[in-house]
């Protein structure tokens, strides 16, 4: 691997996973243009995520991950963003309550736009079109114009991550977060379900200690006025993020400014190829999705690459087996970690390899088995004597009908319902709150 590192040297290496532009110069002239902008978010975000997350690696804090698989546009307005922003709140006060620990948030949101795909092409009948590859990409739409991809949309997919980060800020700065008011992240349609009301009397013991430790010390206890919530995205798209990343006053190195918190996907995590090179070169906190095809060794040089200096808080390995591959696959990557003295924040995503298809051809994942890969991940890292430190899920704020069972039972045949996602299926509100409770009393326990 070359030494010199710049915020193109990827463009020498392998890249995989990328559009192919009709017009490179209208890609040229966006990609100056966003060079231009303001960046989406701050150096010293980015550096208060990763000291947070060094707190992970020492098994002092818990990071819950979530969001959509992939962002659409569309889905840029208020009571879309509130939803999202409801149910991570809302999931992260559970875990609070369960782990004893401080709980970061990061959303898979503002511009988790880009998707990978197992096939350039997608056909139809007679007809053969470029994948759709995510709203910064291409539109979903099977026509011909549809799927050219298309460099405005990355100034499009710019701007609305500028407006999905403005309106969270403002809603958690203003209050919207406050520990007094958890009633603000109420979600209607589900409020007389049995997860609601355990969710409910889960937070009214909170509120009522948080009462009482008021009225004893008699001052407001600091910090529940308000809860930092963090952006990532898969940095998948590498022009996009290159043009966003820059040095900045009085620190050292790159920042990518696209987001707090990018990560390589299990895609594209190719040892020599150019997301790992990009990767390997800004001062980000990173993460790296980690699935049954990585060796121990691979691993250790994955980390020795991303993460040279062993920094605490650098480097976060994404685990994601499925439910019947992480007993036999986790133990040997865990070992040669310990063995190679990295640290590491580990975190368990189990969603992306407990994928299945319904006979109707619907993409699907069964409750249960979400669970059983989380479950058993909490076990096999007890055992290794190593923090599970965080989760990472798909999932929304809106009654969707995308995954099977939980509390409903939902059936194949409920899906068709409401199955909104473009890519993968997440588990809808209730769901989400239901796993919650379920990692929280697991945790507690
Ligand atoms: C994703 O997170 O949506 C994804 C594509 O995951 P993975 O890279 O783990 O397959
Ligand atoms: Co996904």
């Not at 009571?79 to 782990?99: D, H, N, P, R």
């Not at 898979?108 to 994948?131: H, I, M, N, V």
């Not at 605490?312 to 865990?334: C, M, Q, V, Y």
């Not at 319902?417 to 299926?425: I, L, R």
Request: charged share 25%; aromatic share 8%.
């Amino acid at each position: 691997m070359s030494q010199r590192w710049s915020p193109r040297s990827w463009r020498d290496k392998v890249v995989t996973q990328q559009p192919i532009y009709q017009d490179p110069e209208a890609l040229d002239d966006v990609l100056a243009r966003l060079r231009s902008l303001p960046t989406l978010v701050t150096s010293w975000e980015v550096e208060s995520l990763k000291a947070q997350l060094a707190e992970v690696a020492r098994g002092d804090r818990f990071v819950l991950q979530g969001g959509d698989c992939s962002e659409s546009f569309s889905d840029c307005n208020s009571e879309v963003i509130t939803a999202k922003l409801k149910i991570l709140l809302q999931m992260s006060l559970i875990l609070v309550y369960g782990c004893k620990k401080r709980v970061i948030r990061v959303g898979r949101f503002a511009g988790q736009y880009a998707k990978p795909r197992s096939l350039d092409t997608e056909s139809r009948g007679e007809e053969t079109l470029p994948s759709y590859r995510g709203d910064l990409i291409n539109r979903s739409a099977f026509t011909a114009a549809d799927r050219n991809p298309d460099p405005e949309l990355l100034i499009e997919g710019y701007e609305r991550a500028a407006m999905t980060l403005n309106f969270i800020r403002a809603l958690t700065a203003g209050g919207f977060a406050d520990l007094h008011h958890p009633d603000y992240w109420d979600l209607n349609f589900v409020s007389h379900s049995a997860q609601a009301e355990e969710y409910h009397a889960m937070v009214a013991t909170i509120t009522d200690s948080i009462r009482f430790l008021e009225t004893v010390t008699g001052s407001e206890l600091s910090d529940i006025g308000r809860a930092d919530v963090f952006a990532s995205h898969e940095g998948l798209l590498l022009p996009y993020e290159e043009a966003q990343t820059r040095q900045v006053p009085r620190r050292s190195g790159w920042y990518d400014l696209t987001t707090h918190f990018p990560w390589i996907g299990n895609r594209t995590r190719d040892i020599d190829g150019a997301h790992v090179e990009f990767f390997r070169g800004i001062a980000n906190p990173i993460g790296v999705k980690i699935g049954g095809q990585i060796t121990p060794d691979e691993l250790v040089r994955l980390a020795e690459v991303l993460n040279p200096d062993r920094e605490p808080g650098r480097l976060t390995l994404i685990h994601r087996f499925g439910a019947d591959e992480i007993g036999s696959g986790l133990p040997p990557l865990i070992e040669a970690i310990k063995k190679s003295e990295q640290v590491v924040v580990w975190m368990c995503d189990p969603m992306h390899g407990n994928t299945e298809t319904t006979p109707d051809g619907l993409k699907t994942r069964h409750f249960d088995n979400i669970l059983r890969e989380l479950d058993e991940a909490f076990t096999l890292h007890c055992q290794a004597g190593t923090w599970l430190g965080g989760v990472h899920f798909e999932m929304t704020g809106e009654n969707v009908t995308e995954c099977l069972g939980g509390a409903r039972g939902l059936s194949p045949d409920d899906l068709k319902q409401t199955y909104k996602s473009q890519v993968d299926p997440r588990l809808n509100y209730e769901q989400a709150l239901e796993m919650a409770l379920l990692i929280a009393r697991r945790m507690d326990g």
